[in-house]
């Protein structure tokens, strides 16, 4: 565990970034990159801003797998709140920005404790064994069905506004829009299919799950595989 202090600070800083940058900001969509010049051609420079937003998620995966088992048990409690975006600021159920970063959080954070081709590319090194299970047993036990509610709430969501946009949106704020629920709903999927198989099963696999599942599967804008 983290000195106190130091576990304080790091916390807020990074719950502040999250509402600054993600909330009522642009979500680093904006942000400039010394590696990258002006004279750069967009697609690079929009490749070197999603290896930041990647590299923020690594950088939250790793604070909570030192922090959630003892100093920071409502973690997700608190990522929660911010999901809701303020009604003044937009019109959307839940803030996409805010909830990508969770699926890509969730991601990581199954491919740490419990994705076993990464496990089998380390070195066993039993300390780290031992963090992942009690990471895992402590989300199963605090977090699991809340975590879960959330991914498919909004992933449900995001198929209401894909439906609600392709049949009333026109011009290129609705393309943006249906684009954006678009990219909520895939991730949202790929996340519920990282966790499905170290959270109970009795909470991931349910006669409310498969149906929305299988209907997604016939979407073509969506990514998904069995």
Known sequence: PL???????????????????????????????????????????????AVLRNKF??????FFLCTYADQWPTFFTDFFALIHPPESTSSTTFNPHVSLLLFHLLIEISGEVADQVIKAARPFNPTRHAR??????????????RLNEAVLTIVADGVERMGRLRKDGAGAAAERELDSAVEVVDWGVRTF????????????VTRDTVPLLF???SDVSLAIRL
Do not use: K, M
């Not at 807020?12 to 004279?39: D, M």
């Open 132 to 145: 992942d299970t009690r990471v895992r047993d402590a989300v199963r036990e605090r977090d699991a069905a």
């Open 193 to 204: 299919a990282s966790y499905v198989s170290w959270i109970d099963i009795n909470l991931t």
């Open 3 to 49: 000195e106190e202090e130091s576990f304080q600070t790091l916390r807020l800083t990074l719950l502040n970034y999250i509402q600054s940058e993600y909330i009522f900001g642009t979500a680093e969509s904006a942000a400039s990159c010394e590696y990258c010049p002006p004279s750069y051609p967009p697609l690079l420079i929009l490749i070197c801003l």
């Open 57 to 62: 998620a690594h950088t939250l995966t790793l």
């Open 215 to 217: 209907t997604l599967l």
